[in-house]
């Protein structure tokens, strides 16, 4: 039986979360997963919707799994730990089991307990994706408790070379392999006609240049520098406008940068947008931007934007920190750069906008990456890779 831990699911996903499911949805026999429910907020009606479609092999089992404190002095921590464990036990079927954890904390340490606890032979996989173990650092106990579920882990896979040294620096663990996250590249195959309807609400003339950001808003991702750059790239005559997809935090903060800066008519908010519009955004989309900085623990472990516009045949601007140069082939299919420096970001959007071939080369280049990272490739190795576990 393999089981799949992860608190957030869909509908309220990051990139780690749509790794985890496009890989487990093609997961070659049947597999559980025990996702946060979020049937409670009224305002998530999308559960029932993502929940009613084809998952392949994949069940999708909705509990409370919500920790948002890992605190082991505090009851209601242990409580929900074992709350979790309990809901872990009745598909532990016969004497073998593998239990899948989207990361080492909160959701690794019931694997882990079950595995010492059960007198079954449970193997656990934990995934590393660069942040939580920064943000594990800041804190003595989530430090203890997250090495100890490294070193008890059967395997870690981690998202790209620099996770897997920020994982060895921090604390010694068992086996660590590199799957990078992937991309469907099919979804990219879309008619023309709805990609003209998607990039006539925006009203902006033929020859725009347009720019896009499809993250949430929250420093690392460093959208008000690209905004300062469209502002002053504007003024040197340049016509580029700028599409931000998703939400988040920052979002009111962004919107009177934008205002301020008289840039209302050429930045849209989308908001959230659904799958199928973010490939719409991408593919009416000339570059992509996110020079994604450092901001206290949180760093771009990968990147699985990067790989999407590459899908999309539009070259990206990455930043030069975390995982991002190993998603974005500097000069092949895009260019990485310095997030913090704005002269940075304003001479690639300018290098790029200028230069209608170089866009077209490196889009050609960024297809062929994306192909051989497409999630059905992927998962295959991802399986091959944990069914070879002794």
């Known amino acids: 039986m393999d089981l799949i831990i992860s608190q957030n699911f869909f509908p309220k996903i990051g990139g780690a979360h749509k790794w985890f499911y496009e890989v487990y949805k093609r997961w070659?026999?049947?597999?559980?997963?025990?996702?946060q429910d979020y049937s409670h907020d009224s305002s998530r009606d999308d559960q029932k919707v993502f929940d009613s479609r084809d998952h392949g092999l994949l069940g999708i089992e909705r509990h409370d799994l919500f920790i948002d404190d890992v605190n082991v002095f505090n009851f209601s921590f242990i409580n929900k730990i074992f709350q979790i464990i309990n809901k872990l036990k009745p598909y532990i079927i016969g004497e073998t089991a593998?239990?899948?954890c989207i990361k080492a904390f909160p959701e690794g340490i019931p694997a882990i307990l079950l595995k010492k606890i059960s007198g079954k032979k449970i193997k656990v996989i934990t995934y590393a994706h660069g942040e939580e173990i920064l943000t594990a650092q800041m804190s003595r106990q989530v430090s203890f408790i997250a090495r100890w579920v490294y070193r008890n882990s059967d395997l870690i896979i981690t998202n790209s070379e620099s996770t897997k040294k920020l994982l060895e620096s921090f604390s010694l663990s068992g086996p660590?392999?590199?799957i990078r996250p992937g991309v469907d590249t099919e979804s990219f195959e879309i008619a023309e006609k709805k990609l003209k309807e998607f990039k006539a609400q925006f009203?902006?003339?033929?020859?725009?240049i347009i720019l896009s950001t499809m993250a949430r808003m929250e420093p690392r991702k460093n959208h008000a520098r690209v905004i300062e750059a469209v502002g002053d790239l504007r003024k040197?005559?340049?016509n580029i406008a700028y599409i931000i997809g998703s939400d988040g935090e920052e979002k009111e903060h962004l919107i009177d940068l934008v205002n301020d800066l008289n840039l209302d008519k050429f930045v849209a908010f989308t908001g959230y947008l659904s799958e199928e519009e973010r490939v719409y955004a991408f593919l009416v989309s000339d570059i992509y931007v996110m020079a994604s900085i450092q901001a206290g623990p949180m760093i771009e472990g990968y990147g699985i934007v990067f790989i999407e516009a590459a899908a999309a045949g539009i070259p990206s601007i990455a930043g030069n920190v975390g995982g991002q140069p190993e998603a974005v082939m500097d000069n092949r299919t895009g260019l990485v750069i310095d997030g913090k420096n704005i002269n940075e970001i304003k001479n690639a959007i300018r290098y790029l906008a200028e230069n209608e071939t170089i866009r077209h080369e490196m889009g050609k280049a960024g297809r062929t990456w994306a192909k051989e990272n497409d999630w059905d490739a992927i998962a295959r190795k991802t399986y091959e890779i944990i069914n070879d576990l002794k």
């Open 28 to 35: 070659p026999i049947k597999a559980i997963a025990l996702v």
């Open 98 to 100: 593998r239990i899948h």
């Open 176 to 178: 660590v392999e590199i």
């Open 203 to 208: 009203n902006w003339p033929n020859d725009t």
């Open 236 to 238: 040197e005559g340049h």
